[in-house]
């Protein structure tokens, strides 16, 4: 009877300790974007953008509490956002860190963690930004509001200055430790739409298996790099093909799919197809041709498992009734001798569980049968 109550015993913390390590943290939705909650060993606490589009920790430099030391002119750097122009210049700087759902207690843990402490922030084509007080245009701006939590990407070195005592360079979601500061066995993450209604996304970290459940059809991708940068991009590739509506011809490319790197982004709300070609090979929009914008009404994108299969593997359908994917553009001048990159923007998450595990080198996609 004794050793049939210690097995039982020891099952229910065995469940117990597995629930734990499953248990989700939730990005709450507002403004069109997904944010998490970051608290910093002095009690400074903001909620900072979830965004799969980039990796690193970006926010603005009283946020982190710079000392003198760290504020030396010689350790200036600067740090911009390709898809938005965005520049910034600041401080690298390392940080013990929790994060977790917005106003609940922090369960994630950085140690040591690099962050770029943003001094000055600067648009597009507004000048330089620098790590004074004086910016080099009044369109700039002095300790901005930037509070950016980039989770995708896997740089060699993410920031201007080399990375070298992390697991994976700058992604907050793969250096997690424990309680004690020591880095957790398993450093990988899920992402699925929150079980709440009000659209948020639900983050599974540091899981031992993938906790996210088959929606119908699951896809194994191993990860693919960048030709021109090793390691540039954490992204599967997949049989792509922008499809008529009305009749399901595959127009771009036409009659076929084609490779194209998939990266669903949580940092915008709309849809980009990257192309080599110079001039958008079809679709525009009759109303915002200018643009590249395309037409959403009369055509959508489809994934398949294969470039033979009939059938997608999953569609996404762009619109302005539908609130995670008002739109879709085309992004013309991509390098020729990489693939073509779809990034789905949020509407991936709407269909599909999303589960990235950098030990396997692969990334596991689940999605409701079309």
């Not at 010689?74 to 390709?82: A, E, L, N, T, V």
């Not at 879709?328 to 709407?350: D, I, T, V, Y």
Request: a positive charge.
């Amino acid at each position: 009877m004794k050793t049939q109550l210690l097995l039982i015993v020891a099952s229910v913390l065995l469940s117990n300790v597995v629930q734990a390590a499953d248990t989700p943290i939730t990005a709450e939705r507002s403004s069109n974007l997904y944010r998490l909650e970051i608290h910093t060993k002095t009690g400074e606490k903001s909620r900072f953008v979830m965004d799969t589009g980039s990796t690193g920790i970006i926010g603005s430099a009283p946020f982190f509490g710079l000392s003198k030391t760290e504020q030396d002119p010689q350790k200036c750097q600067k740090f911009h956002y390709s898809s938005s122009g965005n520049k910034y210049a600041g401080y690298i700087v390392n940080r013990d860190l929790t994060f977790g759902t917005p106003d609940k207690t922090p369960t994630k843990h950085l140690k040591d963690f690099p962050v770029f402490a943003a001094v000055q922030w600067c648009p597009q084509n507004a000048g330089d930004p620098n790590c004074t007080t004086k910016p080099p245009s009044s369109k700039c701006k002095v300790n901005p509001d930037v509070y950016m939590m980039g989770v995708g990407f896997d740089r060699p070195e993410t920031f201007p200055t080399k990375i070298t005592n992390h697991i994976n360079k700058a992604n907050p979601f793969l250096n997690l430790v424990d309680d004690k500061g020591a880095p957790l066995k398993n450093q990988n993450y899920a992402l699925s739409k929150a079980k709440s209604d009000k659209g948020n996304i639900d983050v599974y970290l540091a899981s031992e298996k993938n906790p996210l459940p088959d929606l119908g059809i699951t896809l194994e991708l191993p990860l693919a790099d960048s030709n021109i940068v090793p390691n540039d991009l954490a992204a599967p590739e997949i049989p792509f093909a922008i499809v008529k509506k009305s009749d399901q011809t595959k127009v771009f490319p036409q009659g076929k799919t084609e490779n194209a790197r998939l990266l669903p982004d949580t940092g915008i709300h709309f849809g980009i197809v990257s192309v080599s070609e110079s001039k958008a090979p079809c679709c525009l929009s009759p109303s915002n041709s200018k643009a590249n914008s395309i037409d959403t009404k009369s055509y959508e994108m489809q994934l398949f498992k294969t470039p033979t299969d009939k059938k997608p593997f999953t569609t996404l359908e762009y619109g302005p009734k539908q609130s995670l994917g008002q739109s879709a553009r085309w992004s013309l001048g991509h390098p020729k001798k990489n693939s073509m990159l779809f990034n789905s923007g949020q509407l991936f998450f709407e269909n599909c569980n999303y589960f990235y595990s950098p030990q396997e080198k692969q990334i596991i996609l689940s999605c409701d049968k079309n």
